[in-house]
């Protein structure tokens, strides 16, 4: 047995009796019997693939594996091929897409409110065309670590990763088109993942939930323009922190439901809320191969004054001093070229004006690519600039290891490889970038970042490693 169902929460299951779709008998049981299935979401621009693998039928480029491998050994994860997600909370794909068809904006400025780990921040790129702007932000500044880094790994330079707390985000009136909110909840649809869960869950707690999903929305509601899409969801079952939630949006500010074009075959439960009648999703252990989850989508129709951009405001920079820079990006013409400290940094020039409102009202923590330092016009590469899809890989050597090289390069041991070329190496895996290592006569000097190096043994490679 996987799990004794006596172990749920007093009035957990009673509470739920009238829950769209809920069936209790087979709830328990999905619970008691069946492991919450292992799924992966592939990175469109750095393609792996995986041996017996199934699609998750709601999110594009995702697949249950046959099996759990060991993440941590496998330098494609460090490499950003692909995220470990929880298969539920890809839906996201779904609603972003289907509102990327009607939406009036060619391009998107996305807010992802509650970002870490970076799972749906990860997703959100992988849909995001190049002019589209994403902002990650994480309130709890130790999680903020998390999330920049594996957005360093996903590679793309249309990213911004902020560290506020919702109510920041009204100094920037309608600057979003797409506001997600993964909202801090009771957590009843990660019980089966989670066991512990089932300790912190009571019926108070999932009214303080619904008072600070309430604050949370009215805080962040003012930076989302007119004809702005919400995406709201949560890992709980409860409705008063999923349908009630909705209605109160609809009554306080006039938002109006969307409807997400779903397949039965799927196994989602579309429910509608009590008093306006806005539709959800609902995921249920027993009815899809995933865990509990809720999901909503809504349209801002109230008249909201928009952000004004600043113009011209970077300082004036020596384009003599850019230039031994150029030759490290791909069309390098398109990025804006800017200074922190002694790092040298580019992002989308498309993206200069937002990144400077962003950085007048903010707390900023990463902004596009960090390429690296300069030492006299020679180069010293940041890891961000290895893991990036911007790198004119021309512009390096490379060296290729095999699995036990990798692993050893990702633990910062010694490496014994050939050296035929001095100076900076991007390490790879299957064609895939790791981190630099800077080729000596008689050594090699790893530079993979010490605060990400495998700490575990080999021994310790089951490791849990999913992320929601």
């Given amino acids: 047995?996987?799990?004794?169902?006596?172990?749920?929460?007093?009035?957990?299951?009673?509470?739920?009796?009238?829950?769209?779709?809920?069936?209790?008998?087979?709830?328990?049981?999905?619970?008691?019997?069946?492991?919450?299935?292992?799924?992966?979401?592939?990175?469109?621009?750095?393609?792996?693939?995986?041996?017996?693998?199934?699609?998750?039928?709601?999110?594009?480029?995702?697949?249950?594996?046959?099996?759990?491998?060991?993440?941590?050994?496998?330098?494609?994860?460090?490499?950003?091929?692909?995220?470990?997600?929880?298969?539920?909370?890809?839906f996201i794909d779904t609603i972003v897409r289907q509102i990327r068809e009607t939406a009036e904006e060619e391009a998107f400025k996305i807010l992802d409110l509650c970002a870490a780990p970076g799972g749906k921040s990860t997703l959100l790129a992988s849909t995001m065309q190049e002019d589209d702007l994403l902002v990650a932000n994480e309130i709890i500044k130790t999680r903020v670590p998390v999330l920049t880094d594996n957005l360093t790994r996903w590679g793309n330079t249309?990213?911004?990763?902020?560290?506020?707390?919702?109510?920041?985000?009204?100094?920037?009136?309608?600057?979003?088109?797409?506001?997600?909110?993964?909202?801090?909840?009771?957590?009843?649809?990660?019980?089966?993942?989670?066991?512990?869960?089932?300790?912190?869950?009571?019926?108070?707690?999932?009214?303080?939930?619904?008072?600070?999903?309430?604050?949370?929305?009215?805080?962040?509601?003012?930076?989302?323009?007119?004809?702005?899409?919400?995406?709201?969801?949560t890992c709980s079952y409860s409705a008063e922190e999923n349908e009630n939630i909705l209605d109160w949006l609809c009554e306080t500010f006039g938002m109006e439901s969307v409807r997400i074009n779903i397949d039965s075959d799927w196994g989602i439960v579309e429910t509608q809320s009590t008093k306006n009648k806005a539709w959800g999703y609902r995921?249920?252990?027993?009815?899809?191969?995933?865990?509990?989850?809720?999901?909503?989508?809504?349209?801002?129709?109230?008249?909201?004054?928009?952000?004004?951009?600043?113009?011209?405001?970077?300082?004036?920079?020596?384009?003599?001093?850019?230039?031994?820079?150029?030759?490290?990006?791909?069309?390098?013409?398109?990025?804006?070229?800017?200074?922190?400290a002694e790092d040298w940094l580019v992002i989308a020039d498309i993206h200069r004006d937002s990144m400077l409102a962003l950085q007048d009202k903010l707390y900023i923590k990463k902004s596009g690519v960090r390429i690296g330092k300069l030492a006299g016009r020679d180069l010293i590469p940041d890891h961000e600039l290895a893991?990036?899809?911007?790198i004119n890989k021309e512009e390096f050597q490379e060296t290729e290891?095999?699995?036990?090289?990798?692993?050893?390069?990702?633990?910062?041991?010694?490496?014994?490889?050939?050296?035929?070329?001095?100076?900076?190496?991007?390490m790879t895996f299957k064609g895939k970038a790791l981190g630099w290592a800077k080729l000596l006569p008689n050594r090699i000097n790893n530079y993979y970042p010490k605060e990400l190096r495998i700490m575990s043994t080999l021994e310790?490679?089951?490791?849990?490693?999913?992320?929601?």
């Fill in 1 to 90: 047995m996987y799990m004794d169902n006596l172990h749920f929460p007093e009035n957990f299951l009673d509470d739920l009796a009238h829950a769209p779709g809920f069936d209790r008998e087979n709830f328990v049981k999905a619970h008691e019997l069946a492991p919450a299935p292992t799924s992966v979401r592939i990175n469109p621009n750095k393609k792996t693939a995986f041996i017996n693998a199934q699609p998750v039928p709601w999110c594009k480029g995702a697949y249950y594996l046959a099996e759990r491998p060991s993440f941590t050994f496998d330098p494609l994860f460090h490499a950003g091929s692909y995220y470990v997600q929880e298969a539920s909370s890809m």
């Fill in 158 to 233: 249309n990213t911004i990763v902020t560290n506020n707390d919702a109510k920041d985000f009204a100094r920037l009136p309608g600057f979003f088109d797409v506001i997600l909110v993964d909202a801090p909840c009771s957590g009843s649809g990660m019980f089966r993942k989670d066991p512990a869960a089932m300790d912190e869950w009571s019926e108070g707690n999932v009214k303080l939930c619904h008072q600070r999903q309430e604050r949370i929305l009215a805080d962040v509601y003012p930076a989302l323009k007119e004809n702005g899409y919400l995406i709201y969801s």
């Fill in 283 to 340: 995921f249920y252990p027993d009815k899809v191969k995933g865990e509990g989850l809720f999901a909503s989508c809504l349209i801002k129709r109230e008249e909201t004054p928009r952000a004004s951009t600043h113009k011209n405001k970077f300082q004036k920079l020596n384009f003599k001093e850019i230039d031994p820079l150029r030759p490290y990006v791909n069309e390098s013409e398109k990025y804006h070229f800017f200074k922190v």
């Fill in 387 to 390: 893991l990036s899809l911007i």
């Fill in 401 to 426: 290891l095999t699995e036990d090289q990798a692993i050893a390069y990702l633990r910062r041991d010694n490496i014994d490889i050939e050296i035929n070329q001095k100076g900076w190496s991007l």
């Fill in 460 to 468: 310790a490679r089951d490791k849990k490693q999913e992320t929601r």
